[in-house]
């Protein structure tokens, strides 16, 4: 059975409201400038002016979850969508941040022989220009969320709950069959699962079958806080099918 990987770098890779996952290794876009000749019958030389900026493709290696977010990576890049994509650097280095418009164009699979987490690497081909993203966004607000099965059955969250701890474990019931979560934020867009989530009001359930998340099994579940021109806030919850 392909194994998930565990909590990281906290660094993550986003596309139109969707975490697809936590980056392990990124290769930054390449910049170029071109080259145009300038020169005249009247220059003593050849002259070289600058001309456009460009932008090389992006690699980036994320951990592989297994959900359907990573798997519709494939339509789109047979659907040749573009989007908004959007790479996102720990709190402590959100000036780090940047967007930047552009599609699909390569996945490479990485499926380990031994006990190593599987991994994925994409290629993103840029269509445009990039953009910082420097402004602290928003973050969620007391009671920041709630996450419970289809009973209901709330689960404890560890660590505590707080608008600035991004990274969260839980134990489900085994009987569970989907997850939802009720995120609650002052401002900002939220999404749960790349589904866009109304403050206050429970999310759309996330599949969660025996027999996709066996026990003992891990299911991520990403929380995106985010506005206009700011680094979205991400919250990682990583949901292990309890015995009971």
């Given at each position: 059975?392909?194994?998930?990987?565990?909590?990281?770098?906290?660094?993550?890779?986003?596309?139109?409201?969707?975490?697809?996952?936590?980056?392990?290794?990124?290769?930054?876009?390449?910049?170029?400038?071109?080259?145009?000749?300038?020169?005249?019958?009247?220059?003593?030389?050849?002259?070289?002016?600058?001309?456009?900026?460009?932008?090389?493709?992006?690699?980036y290696t994320v951990n592989f979850v297994n959900d359907v977010t990573q798997a519709a990576l494939e339509t789109m890049a047979t659907a040749r969508t573009t989007g908004m994509w959007q790479v996102i650097f720990p709190p402590a280095f959100a000036s780090l941040s940047y967007q930047v418009p552009g599609f699909v164009s390569g996945i490479k699979k990485k499926t380990?022989?031994?006990?190593?987490?599987?991994?994925?690497?994409?290629?993103?081909?840029?269509?445009?220009?990039?953009?910082?993203?420097?402004?602290?966004?928003?973050?969620?607000?007391?009671?920041?969320?709630?996450?419970?099965?289809?009973?209901?059955?709330?689960?404890?969250?560890?660590?505590?709950?707080?608008?600035?701890?991004?990274?969260?474990?839980?134990?489900?019931?085994?009987?569970?069959?989907?997850?939802?979560?009720?995120?609650?934020?002052?401002?900002?867009?939220?999404?749960?699962?790349?589904?866009?989530?109304?403050?206050?009001?429970?999310?759309?359930?996330?599949?969660?079958?025996?027999?996709?998340?066996?026990?003992?099994?891990?299911?991520?579940?990403?929380?995106?806080?985010?506005?206009?021109?700011?680094?979205?806030?991400?919250?990682?919850?990583?949901?292990?099918?309890?015995?009971?």
């Amino acid at each position: 059975m392909t194994s998930q990987a565990k909590m990281a770098t906290g660094m993550f890779l986003a596309f139109n409201g969707y975490v697809l996952a936590e980056m392990t290794d990124i290769s930054e876009p390449p910049l170029a400038v071109e080259k145009v000749d300038s020169t005249s019958h009247d220059s003593p030389c050849k002259i070289t002016i600058p001309g456009q900026l460009s932008y090389g493709d992006m690699t980036y290696t994320v951990n592989f979850v297994n959900d359907v977010t990573q798997a519709a990576l494939e339509t789109m890049a047979t659907a040749r969508t573009t989007g908004m994509w959007q790479v996102i650097f720990p709190p402590a280095f959100a000036s780090l941040s940047y967007q930047v418009p552009g599609f699909v164009s390569g996945i490479k699979k990485k499926t380990p022989l031994k006990s190593n987490p599987a991994s994925r690497d994409f290629t993103v081909t840029p269509t445009g220009g990039i953009t910082p993203i420097i402004t602290a966004g928003p973050t969620l607000t007391t009671p920041y969320m709630i996450v419970e099965d289809q009973v209901p059955n709330i689960f404890t969250m560890s660590p505590a709950l707080s608008g600035t701890t991004y990274q969260y474990t839980c134990t489900s019931k085994q009987a569970s069959t989907s997850i939802t979560v009720t995120p609650t934020a002052a401002s900002g867009t939220i999404y749960v699962a790349g589904n866009q989530t109304a403050s206050g009001v429970a999310s759309t359930a996330i599949p969660y079958s025996l027999a996709q998340y066996p026990t003992g099994s891990i299911l991520t579940v990403f929380v995106l806080v985010t506005g206009t021109n700011v680094t979205p806030s991400v919250y990682e919850i990583q949901i292990t099918r309890g015995t009971s």
